[in-house]
């Protein structure tokens, strides 16, 4: 995976989000070792001091924790985490994005969720 | 606090190894080479005749060689204090003190292997004189100088071109701090030629008047350390690879 | 004039081959393939060796002869004779004999003609022993080129001998010519001042030794001649 | 720790004035950028750190010591940029070999498979390289002699993309396997922006900017919209550049101080944020006039 170096989002943001998105999709789970910064440093090719800021970004959410000597280890509750943290954060981002838009466009709110709802069925007839 | 410790003795013997190996002594082959193909009349000739006979010797000697090796160290030693020169040691590790210190082993390596091959041109010369005149004409006298006189013409010489490129170091050093040297110290030594009491050649004097080898050789080595010593002042206010 | 010449070639030279090495440095080609370059001068130092080894092993011989062969010393009676109207340059100078021929006498006078540039002194002694026949000897001193005796390579008068005529010519004027090998003279300030003075070199005087029967009458208008008895 | 300390240090050449007032300190182990225009000084500062140059005024340390005429400090640290000199008739192996007389960490083996990765004989000669090649020859060496304090002077001049891109790469690993003090200087940000660790900005002889570069995105921030609307945000905030594109729209960068509420009320004026690249966070820090070259034309 490449970074996307014109996103507006920090390259050490990019990373744990990456990392997320791994946890997320079970590729690390629950106790395993995370990479460490020098790992990831190579893997993205940025500077470990970066990939560490990634790290620790997780760490202050509890994701991960500190093993000493050992390296960053996935926390047990670290899916739980990520799956609230995302709706918390990213999901209510959109939402509050889609508010703006519809309040410009003249959408009520009414309309706006009669929108979501088509959307969900499309979603159900295509799986 | 430093990772790496060196010291001024251990950097000085790796400049001059990297400089050794860089000095092109070519030039030197194909000039003493060049003054022996084709100096081949001898330094002079002179004759006698009478009614009968017209005798005519040709004389032989290094000489021409001994000074073209000392004008080829000159302007080496003048070229060692050249910017090009220099940023070569500031590439890598060096500060002023040994970047001076491994040009003097240069010079001196210079002066002794310039001094030994150019006293020793004069045996490829009696070999070449040999082949090429015929052996009745050449006089035994000197034609087999002892070891000893040709060694004590090597160490002479040596001094001899030590003494003058470490003039031409210092005066390469007042170059770099202005071009005008390049006229001044001519001028001076003209000046001081021309003056009523010739100091020019008082100052030669002091050194071709000396008989004693060993006195010489204080007298060049004290000379070349003022000079060195002047040169490593200068440039260790220099700045470099500007 | 003449000394400035071979100077400012020389500094001309000198200051090419240093630069030369940087002219063609700047190119993309060198003027010599770097392993020569290499090379060059490591094989120079090895000639320079070898020649040296080779010119001491030179023979001596091979140099100019010494005074052998045609010539030999002669007897302390001429060295007497000789010292006696001959002044030599030096008390110890060698004097060789290089020619030595004997002609019948049939005439009570003995005519001599001397021609072409000849100017030596003629020596005419009469001797009892010496009946019906004359003696002509050459005699020359060392010719030294710096202290080295090229007298060998002196060519005796020409003598014709008929009819009781002597004539005497000097041989067609010649040149010798010698190379010497010098020290250097930029060191020479170091060097024993007697040791490194340059050789003597001088001409030998010459002069024929003729010797006749003691009533023989020399008849001749050569002035140059000395009567020994 | 910081391995260099420049306190302000000014250097004046015959008539120009190349660094000013110059104080920075950085630290160990560290990847710095020094980021500027042509002229901003950031060659004279190298120099001056690497004890070439003498500063004019002010004090400067390195590993502790003055760096002018210091050995300790020369054996410890390598400069490289394109003015390197060697020995015209070497070939690139014998150079290798000296430098590893002089620097002990020297690895000749990574040297000579990079020279073989970038298709370069070891047995050409240096004058014989092309610029390009001698940039990557230069930075080879830089890579290879592992010096504790490493000092890039513009190092890819005359290389091309790719191979900008494999230094680059060379420079982190060998980096991470090998921490050490690492000077980057570049006009070029983007490319070298995410194997820094700290950057350096440097404008007109002084220090601009000395941060980690993760702040640097987050530094700034474009605002797109209405001038009228704009200019009511706009109190008290620093501007780094302002462009008018159309009638009574403007397109303004500040820096980031916006607190959550700022920006949603940002965003109900229909006012649009972007993140700035770094890159042009740099050029718009370092430019002479806020307006941009459009400046220069628009003359009413």
Same mark, same amino acid.
Request: hydrophobic share 45%.
């Given at each position: 995976?490449?970074?996307?170096?014109?996103?507006?989002?920090?390259?050490?943001?990019?990373?744990?989000?990456?990392?997320?998105?791994?946890?997320?999709?079970?590729?690390?789970?629950?106790?395993?070792?995370?990479?460490?910064?020098?790992? *990831?440093?190579?893997?993205?090719?940025?500077?470990?001091?970066?990939?560490?800021?990634?790290?620790?970004?997780?760490?202050?959410?509890?994701?991960?924790?500190?093993?000493?000597?050992?390296?960053?280890?996935?926390?047990?509750?670290?899916?739980?985490?990520?799956?609230?943290?995302?709706?918390?954060?990213?999901?209510?981002?959109?939402?509050?994005?889609?508010?703006?838009?519809?309040?410009?466009?003249?959408?009520?709110?009414?309309? *706006?969720?009669?929108?979501?709802?088509?959307?969900?069925?499309? *979603?159900?007839?295509?799986? | 606090?430093?990772?790496?410790?060196?010291?001024?003795?251990?950097?000085?013997?790796?400049?001059?190894?990297?400089?050794?190996?860089?000095?092109?002594?070519?030039?030197?082959?194909?000039?003493?080479?060049?003054?022996?193909?084709?100096?081949?009349?001898?330094?002079?000739?002179?004759?006698?005749?009478?009614?009968?006979?017209?005798?005519?010797?040709?004389?032989?000697?290094?000489?021409?060689?001994?000074?073209?090796?000392?004008?080829?160290?000159?302007?080496?030693?003048?070229?060692?204090?050249?910017?090009?020169?220099?940023?070569?040691?500031?590439?890598?590790?060096?500060?002023?003190?040994?970047?001076?210190?491994?040009?003097?082993?240069?010079?001196?390596?210079?002066?002794?292997?310039?001094?030994?091959?150019?006293?020793?041109?004069?045996?490829?010369?009696?070999?070449?004189?040999?082949?090429?005149?015929?052996?009745?004409?050449?006089?035994?006298?000197?034609?087999?100088?002892?070891?000893?006189?040709?060694?004590?013409?090597?160490?002479?010489?040596?001094?001899?071109?030590?003494?003058?490129?470490?003039?031409?170091?210092?005066?390469?050093?007042?170059?770099?701090?202005?071009?005008?040297?390049?006229?001044?110290?001519?001028?001076?030594?003209?000046?001081?030629?021309?003056?009523?009491?010739?100091?020019?050649?008082?100052?030669?004097?002091?050194?071709?008047?000396?008989?004693?080898?060993?006195?010489?050789?204080?007298?060049?080595?004290?000379?070349?350390?003022?000079?060195?010593?002047?040169?490593?002042?200068?440039?260790?206010?220099?700045?470099?690879?500007? | 004039?003449?000394?400035?010449?071979?100077?400012?070639?020389?500094?001309?030279?000198?200051?090419?081959?240093? &630069?030369?090495?940087?002219?063609?440095?700047?190119?993309?080609?060198?003027?010599?393939?770097?392993?020569?370059?290499?090379?060059?001068?490591?094989?120079?130092?090895?000639?320079?060796?070898?020649?040296?080894?080779?010119?001491?092993?030179?023979?001596?011989?091979?140099?100019?002869?010494?005074?052998?062969?045609?010539?030999?010393?002669?007897?302390?009676?001429?060295?007497?004779?000789?010292?006696?109207? &001959?002044?030599?340059?030096?008390?110890?100078?060698?004097?060789?004999?290089?020619?030595?021929?004997?002609?019948?006498?049939?005439?009570?006078?003995?005519?001599?003609?001397?021609?072409?540039?000849?100017?030596?002194?003629?020596?005419?002694?009469?001797?009892?022993?010496?009946?019906?026949?004359?003696?002509?000897?050459?005699?020359?001193?060392?010719?030294?080129?710096?202290?080295?005796?090229?007298?060998?390579?002196?060519?005796?008068?020409?003598?014709? &001998?008929?009819?009781?005529?002597?004539?005497?010519?000097?041989?067609?004027?010649?040149?010798?010519?010698?190379?010497?090998?010098?020290?250097?003279?930029?060191?020479?300030?170091?060097?024993?001042?007697?040791?490194?003075?340059?050789?003597?070199?001088?001409?030998?005087?010459?002069?024929?030794?003729?010797?006749?029967?003691?009533?023989?009458?020399?008849?001749?208008?050569?002035?140059?001649?000395?009567?020994?008895? | 720790?910081?391995?260099?300390?420049?306190?302000?240090?000014?250097?004046?050449?015959?008539?120009?004035?190349?660094?000013?007032?110059?104080?920075?300190?950085?630290?160990?182990?560290?990847?710095?950028?020094?980021?500027?225009?042509?002229?901003?000084?950031?060659?004279?500062?190298?120099?001056?750190?690497?004890?070439?140059?003498?500063?004019?005024?002010?004090?400067?340390?390195?590993?502790?010591?003055?760096?002018?005429?210091?050995?300790?400090?020369?054996?410890?640290?390598?400069?490289?940029?394109?003015?390197?000199?060697?020995?015209?008739?070497?070939?690139?192996?014998?150079?290798?070999?000296?430098?590893?007389?002089?620097?002990?960490?020297?690895?000749?083996?990574?040297?000579?498979?990079?020279?073989?990765?970038?298709?370069?004989?070891?047995?050409?000669?240096?004058?014989?390289?092309?610029?390009?090649?001698?940039?990557?020859?230069?930075?080879?060496?830089?890579?290879?002699?592992?010096?504790?304090?490493?000092?890039?002077?513009?190092?890819?001049?005359?290389?091309?993309?790719?191979?900008?891109?494999?230094?680059?790469?060379?420079?982190?690993?060998?980096?991470?396997?090998?921490?050490?003090?690492?000077?980057?200087?570049?006009?070029?940000?983007?490319?070298?922006?995410?194997?820094?660790?700290?950057?350096?900005?440097?404008?007109?002889?002084?220090?601009?900017?000395?941060?980690?570069?993760?702040?640097?995105?987050?530094?700034?921030?474009?605002?797109?919209?209405?001038?009228?609307?704009?200019?009511?945000?706009?109190?008290?905030?620093?501007?780094?550049?302002?462009?008018?594109?159309?009638?009574?729209?403007?397109?303004?960068?500040?820096?980031?101080?916006?607190?959550?509420?700022?920006?949603?009320?940002?965003?109900?004026?229909?006012?649009?944020?972007?993140?700035?690249?770094?890159?042009?966070?740099?050029?718009?820090?370092?430019?002479?006039?806020?307006?941009?070259?459009?400046?220069?034309?628009?003359?009413?």
């Amino acid at each position: 995976m490449l970074l996307n170096p014109e996103s507006a989002k920090p390259i050490y943001v990019q990373i744990a989000e990456w990392l997320e998105g791994e946890i997320l999709s079970g590729n690390i789970r629950e106790d395993e070792r995370i990479y460490s910064q020098y790992q *990831l440093a190579e893997m993205f090719n940025v500077n470990p001091a970066t990939a560490a800021k990634g790290l620790n970004l997780l760490a202050d959410n509890n994701i991960v924790y500190k093993k000493r000597g050992l390296g960053m280890f996935v926390s047990p509750q670290a899916r739980e985490i990520v799956r609230k943290k995302r709706q918390n954060t990213v999901l209510k981002q959109l939402v509050f994005d889609l508010v703006c838009e519809a309040e410009r466009l003249g959408v009520s709110a009414d309309s *706006l969720a009669e929108m979501i709802q088509e959307a969900r069925d499309q *979603l159900k007839g295509e799986n | 606090m430093f990772l790496t410790e060196t010291n001024v003795l251990a950097v000085t013997c790796k400049q001059y190894l990297v400089k050794l190996k860089a000095v092109s002594f070519s030039g030197l082959v194909i000039l003493q080479a060049v003054i022996l193909v084709f100096w081949t009349g001898g330094m002079g000739m002179y004759g006698a005749s009478n009614v009968l006979i017209s005798l005519s010797v040709r004389n032989y000697s290094s000489d021409i060689v001994i000074i073209a090796t000392m004008i080829w160290a000159l302007a080496l030693a003048i070229m060692q204090t050249k910017k090009q020169a220099k940023n070569m040691d500031f590439t890598l590790v060096s500060n002023r003190l040994t970047s001076c210190l491994s040009d003097i082993g240069i010079l001196a390596t210079i002066s002794f292997l310039g001094a030994l091959t150019s006293v020793f041109s004069g045996m490829l010369q009696r070999l070449l004189m040999y082949f090429a005149l015929e052996h009745s004409t050449i006089i035994n006298s000197s034609f087999k100088p002892p070891l000893a006189e040709l060694a004590l013409d090597v160490v002479a010489v040596a001094l001899y071109i030590f003494l003058i490129a470490a003039g031409g170091y210092l005066f390469g050093m007042l170059l770099e701090i202005s071009r005008l040297f390049a006229f001044l110290i001519p001028a001076l030594i003209l000046g001081l030629a021309r003056g009523q009491n010739n100091y020019f050649t008082d100052f030669l004097g002091f050194y071709i008047t000396e008989t004693s080898l060993l006195l010489f050789a204080g007298k060049v080595l004290l000379t070349s350390a003022l000079c060195f010593a002047l040169s490593i002042l200068i440039y260790n206010r220099m700045e470099v690879r500007r | 004039m003449s000394i400035l010449l071979p100077f400012s070639i020389i500094i001309i030279l000198a200051i090419l081959a240093f &630069w030369g090495y940087r002219v063609k440095s700047k190119g993309k080609k060198p003027l010599l393939p770097r392993t020569a370059q290499r090379s060059l001068f490591p094989i120079y130092c090895l000639l320079l060796f070898l020649a040296s080894v080779v010119v001491y092993a030179l023979p001596d011989e091979s140099f100019v002869h010494p005074p052998a062969g045609n010539i030999k010393e002669i007897s302390a009676e001429i060295y007497q004779l000789a010292g006696r109207i &001959w002044p030599v340059n030096t008390p110890n100078q060698a004097i060789y004999e290089n020619l030595s021929e004997s002609y019948p006498l049939t005439a009570k006078e003995l005519k001599l003609v001397v021609a072409g540039d000849y100017q030596d002194m003629i020596w005419i002694e009469r001797q009892e022993a010496n009946q019906g026949q004359i003696q002509v000897k050459s005699y020359v001193t060392s010719y030294l080129v710096e202290d080295y005796d090229i007298t060998s390579q002196i060519k005796p008068p020409v003598l014709t &001998w008929e009819d009781n005529t002597l004539l005497i010519k000097s041989p067609p004027k010649y040149t010798l010519k010698f190379v010497s090998f010098k020290n250097n003279f930029l060191t020479s300030q170091f060097k024993n001042p007697a040791g490194s003075k340059i050789g003597r070199t001088y001409f030998g005087k010459e002069a024929i030794h003729l010797v006749v029967p003691s009533e023989t009458e020399v008849l001749t208008d050569y002035r140059n001649i000395v009567y020994l008895n | 720790m910081a391995i260099i300390e420049c306190v302000n240090i000014g250097k004046i050449f015959q008539r120009n004035q190349a660094l000013n007032n110059f104080s920075a300190f950085i630290e160990e182990n560290k990847i710095t950028g020094l980021i500027g225009r042509n002229g901003a000084g950031k060659t004279t500062l190298l120099k001056i750190i690497a004890g070439y140059l003498k500063p004019t005024s002010g004090e400067v340390k390195v590993f502790g010591h003055n760096p002018f005429n210091n050995l300790q400090v020369s054996a410890n640290l390598i400069f490289i940029d394109e003015h390197m000199t060697f020995p015209e008739s070497w070939h690139l192996e014998e150079i290798f070999d000296s430098i590893g007389l002089f620097y002990p960490n020297w690895n000749k083996e990574l040297a000579l498979r990079l020279l073989a990765y970038f298709s370069i004989s070891p047995k050409q000669t240096h004058n014989s390289l092309s610029k390009g090649m001698r940039s990557t020859f230069h930075a080879i060496i830089g890579l290879a002699a592992r010096s504790p304090l490493t000092i890039f002077d513009e190092p890819t001049t005359g290389m091309d993309a790719a191979v900008r891109k494999d230094f680059y790469r060379a420079l982190l690993k060998d980096y991470v396997e090998h921490p050490r003090t690492i000077l980057l200087s570049s006009h070029l940000l983007n490319e070298i922006e995410n194997i820094l660790e700290d950057i350096l900005l440097i404008k007109n002889g002084t220090k601009c900017l000395h941060l980690p570069v993760t702040e640097l995105k987050n530094y700034a921030l474009g605002l797109r919209g209405k001038a009228d609307a704009l200019n009511q945000f706009l109190n008290g905030k620093e501007e780094f550049y302002r462009e008018n594109f159309a009638p009574e729209q403007s397109f303004v960068v500040v820096k980031n101080d916006f607190s959550e509420a700022e920006l949603r009320e940002l965003k109900k004026a229909g006012i649009s944020t972007a993140a700035v690249p770094t890159e042009d966070v740099c050029v718009y820090l370092t430019a002479q006039s806020k307006g941009g070259i459009s400046d220069v034309f628009n003359r009413d």
